[in-house]
C-alpha cells in the first residue's frame, strides 16, 4: 500500500523551463518535507512544512519553492531549472515535527533530468 | 552543523560474509540516530533507529546497529549477508530540527 505517492516518477524539463513535481500521502502526518538527491550523494533537505507552516532551508536557492494546499499534497516548484537542478527529488513525511527525531517516510522519488 | 560520514563508499562482499558499515557523526549534544536503505530501483526504508536505552539496536532483516557516545559512532552489522541485501545504505542523524545523512554505502553481495 502506497504511503507517499510521487508523481511523475522521472520528469524532463527545458533549461529555463519551469516544472513542478507533487508527492500526496496517505499517512495523514503532518509534516512533509523535499530532498533534493544527486548522483552518489546524500539527500540534501530543501525545506519542510509543519502543518502550513513552510521552513526554508537557508541554503536552498530562491529557485525552489513548495505548496502544501492541504495536509495530503506538496508540491515543489522550480521555476526556472538549470542544469545543475538535475537530480532526484524525494519527498518524505513523518507525524510530528524533525526537531523529535521522529521517523521520515519517502517516497519513491521523482528523477529529474533538466536537457 | 551536524554532519554524518560513512568512510566506506562501496563494500562487495561473498553471500554468508559478516557486514559492518561505518557511521561516525559530528554533533556534541543529544541525537537520535537512524539507518535507511535504499534497495535497486525502491524508496527508502528504514531499517532500524536509536532514540535512548540500550544502545544495541535490533532491526528488521537481521541488521544491528551500535551506539557509542564515546566514539560517536552507529555502525551496522550483519552477522551473515544474502544477495537480496545488496542496496545502499545510509546513516543519518537528527539533532535539532533536521534530519542530515552521510554520502551512503553501496553495498554488492556476490552470491
Known amino acids: 500500500d502506497a504511503m507517499v505517492i510521487q508523481n511523475p516518477r522521472y520528469q524532463v524539463t527545458q533549461f529555463g523551463k519551469p516544472v513542478t513535481l507533487s508527492c500526496s500521502q496517505t499517512?495523514?502526518?503532518?509534516?512533509m518535507y523535499w530532498y533534493q538527491q544527486k548522483s552518489s550523494q546524500a539527500p540534501k533537505l530543501l525545506f519542510h512544512?509543519?502543518?502550513?507552516?513552510?521552513?526554508n532551508e537557508a541554503d536552498t536557492p530562491d529557485n525552489f519553492q513548495s505548496r502544501r494546499p492541504n495536509t495530503s499534497f506538496c508540491f515543489l516548484d522550480i521555476r526556472s531549472p538549470g542544469l545543475g537542478d538535475a537530480a532526484m527529488y524525494l519527498c518524505?513525511?513523518?507525524?510530528?515535527?524533525?526537531?523529535?527525531?521522529?521517523?521520515?517516510?519517502f517516497g519513491p522519488g521523482t528523477r529529474l533530468t533538466v536537457l | 552543523a551536524q554532519s554524518v560520514s560513512q568512510h566506506n563508499h562501496h563494500v562487495i562482499l561473498s553471500e554468508a560474509a559478516s557486514l559492518e558499515l561505518g557511521c561516525n557523526y559530528s554533533?556534541?549534544?543529544?541525537?537520535?540516530l537512524f539507518w535507511y536503505v535504499q534497495y535497486p530501483g525502491q524508496h527508502l526504508q528504514l531499517l532500524l533507529k536509536?532514540?535512548?536505552?540500550?544502545?544495541l539496536v535490533k532491526g528488521i532483516k537481521g541488521f544491528e546497529a551500535e551506539f557509542i557516545k564515546s566514539k560517536f559512532s552507529f555502525n551496522l552489522r550483519k552477522p551473515s549477508v544474502q544477495w537480496s541485501d545488496t542496496a545502499e545504505y545510509f546513516c543519518?542523524?537528527?539533532?535539532?530540527?533536521?534530519?542530515?545523512f552521510g554520502g551512503g554505502t553501496r553495498l554488492m553481495v556476490k552470491p
Open positions: 518524505a513525511t513523518s507525524r510530528i515535527g524533525p526537531q523529535t527525531g521522529d521517523t521520515q517516510y
Open positions: 499517512l495523514n502526518h503532518n509534516v
Open positions: 512544512y509543519y502543518d502550513k507552516d513552510f521552513n
Open positions: 554533533y556534541g549534544g543529544t541525537v537520535n
Open positions: 536509536y532514540f535512548s536505552g540500550d544502545p
Open positions: 543519518a542523524v537528527n539533532a535539532g530540527n533536521m534530519l542530515t
